[in-house]
């Protein structure tokens, strides 16, 4: 199975200032067939389903906030809110859709400071 | 509008089975496919199993392999999440999510759940 790894666990951010989060995996998950990468970010606030902000590591879901944007390699992946936000507050998740079983980051708490 | 919704609360002693469905509406039921993903209290999310309806084809997470069943009834356009031998530990939220995919050359690249659907609570106690 391939391990994602998300940190910190939780940080406190200023309204208004940056949140990066980190997202590693075990391998690779760069489709050679297409060259995109299949790391996925969702965003879950208490007692509501995931959200789901971007794909393919970097493309926003329809909707979402340009605040929002994703980047990475073969396996190092960050999400990065450039000017949080009240609304920010959740915690965020990372998930690879390169090979089964799917696995999610053990996420990331995002509060305001 | 895409819309998935589950059924109800359940509770269940250790050693049942629950059975929980997720009813889709709008679009073409014969596009989706559906995934299981359970969140125990307090706890990250764990990707169950998928189901493509239109092929009738399931795969399961080896964890939870042998113990889950995922259905569909492209009648109803239903799917459901079949759970045995409940422990404790299978206390959790449940949620049905459709699938986003390319289809190449009859492939299937998955790469988002875009539609949740509300969760269900299965709660395992004596």
């Known amino acids: 199975d391939i391990v994602m790894t998300q940190s910190p666990e939780s940080l406190a951010v200023s309204l208004g200032e940056r949140a990066t989060i980190s997202c590693k995996s075990s391998?690779?998950?760069?489709?050679?067939?297409?060259?995109?990468?299949?790391l996925t970010w969702y965003q879950q606030k208490p007692g509501q389903p995931p959200k789901l902000l971007i794909y393919?590591?970097?493309t926003r879901e329809s909707g979402v906030p340009d605040r929002f944007s994703g980047s990475g390699s073969g396996t190092d992946f960050t999400l990065t809110i450039s000017s949080l936000q009240a609304e920010d507050v959740a915690v965020y998740y990372c998930?690879?859709?390169?090979?089964?079983?799917?696995?999610f980051g053990q996420g990331t708490k995002v509060e305001i400071k | 509008q895409v819309q998935l919704v589950q059924s109800g609360v359940e509770v269940k002693k250790p050693g049942s089975s629950v059975k929980v469905s997720c009813k889709a509406s709008?679009?073409?039921?014969?596009?989706?496919?559906i995934t299981w993903v359970r969140q125990a209290p307090g706890q990250g999310l764990e990707w169950m199993g998928r189901?493509?309806?239109?092929?009738?084809?399931?795969n399961y997470a080896p964890n939870f392999q042998g113990r889950v069943t995922i259905t569909a009834d492209t009648s109803t356009t239903t799917v459901y999440m079949k759970l045995s031998s409940l422990r404790s530990e299978d206390t959790a939220v449940y949620y049905c999510?459709?699938?986003?995919?390319?289809?190449?050359?009859?492939?299937?690249?998955?790469?988002?759940?875009?539609?949740w659907g509300q969760g269900t609570t299965v709660i395992v106690s004596s």
């Open positions: 999510a459709r699938d986003l995919a390319e289809i190449v050359d009859q492939y299937y690249y998955f790469y988002a759940m875009d539609v």
């Open positions: 709008g679009g073409t039921f014969s596009d989706y496919t």
């Open positions: 189901i493509i309806p239109i092929l009738g084809v399931a």
């Open positions: 391998q690779s998950v760069l489709e050679s067939s297409n060259n995109k990468k299949y």
């Open positions: 393919w590591t970097s």
């Open positions: 998930q690879q859709y390169y090979s089964t079983p799917w696995t």
